[in-house]
């Protein structure tokens, strides 16, 4: 079967619009991406790299997140140890030091190479702490997000054919049975 590509930018958008809704995230905030092409295609994670399905993602996700303010965080595969792809802006406002590497489809991975070739200045980084991500085919982004992250469920549950898992942070609560929080 042919894979609808114009689907899959739709359902992208609807998990990014969905996620920036329940997050309350705000001009300046962090979203983290991890997308498998293969996966979103039906294949298996890291063995069929496709810079179409990847392209259709990132129409779907990109758009948005740039209207509302919020930094794309794109992350690549496990050949660049999830390195992450984001603005040069992104690395000064946050003090991320970057690294130097540019993502490749099957050494880094499509995603993150078509944010490298999409953005204006991109840049790679190792470590980020992200205020909520998406993660298309099992790309594992949670060493990604601020240290409480809570899942999120949306009306969406797959890109294409990859299973779709999302999760938003939050600070952590701290103190006792006195503690008053908001």
Known sequence: MEPNFEQITAQA???ATQLLDTAGLNAGDIFVVGCSSSEVLGGHIGRASSREA?????????????????????????????????????????GYEPVCVVPQPKAGGSFATQAWQTFQRPTAVEHIRAHAGLDIGGTLIGMHLRDVAVPVRLGVDHVGQAILLCARTRPRFIGGSRAVYE
């Open 13 to 15: 958008r609807a998990a």
């Open 54 to 94: 990847a392209e259709a993602v990132f129409a779907g996700i990109h758009p948005i997140l740039r209207e509302r303010g919020v930094y794309l965080a794109a992350q690549c595969c496990e050949h660049l140890n999830r390195a992450l792809i984001i603005e040069a802006e992104c690395a000064r406002e946050y």
